[in-house]
């Protein structure tokens, strides 16, 4: 396993990256700017990278559940937007599944963090 030296280690890092960055692409024509200015996507990564820098494991978790909170939102602004058709609903559904999948790895580096750092 390859050390984490960095937060751009982080599989969860990169995977909410590309999550954030596939976001903007769907929306990116959209006209309606307060709904495209939504920032849960962009908020995932942030927090995971701001918790990375800082100095306990404690915040660190701390920044990793404000993480998995944004993911949340997020899944909910997708879910808005396949109702609203904002959206290609298959594209919108396998966003949808990957807050899903991404929340559940955030979820399981916060269990390790907690029992192997205390």
């Known amino acids: 396993m390859k050390k984490i030296e960095k937060f751009e280690d982080l599989i969860i890092w990169q995977r909410s990256m590309d999550l954030a960055v596939n976001i903007y692409s769907q929306f990116k024509s959209l006209k309606d700017y307060s709904f495209k200015d939504q920032r849960a996507s962009v908020s995932v990564p942030a927090n995971i990278s701001e918790g990375f820098e ?3 494991n404690k915040e660190f978790i701390r920044f990793l559940f404000i ?3 944004s993911c949340g939102e997020c899944r909910t602004f997708l879910h808005l937007a396949n109702r609203l058709d ?3 609903k ?5 966003l949808i599944n990957e807050t899903i999948e991404l929340s559940s790895m955030i979820y399981g580096l916060i269990k390790t963090r907690k029992s192997k750092f205390k």
């Open 54 to 56: 800082r100095d306990s």
């Open 67 to 69: 993480a998995r909170a």
């Open 86 to 88: 904002l959206i290609d």
């Open 90 to 94: 298959k594209i919108g559904e396998t």
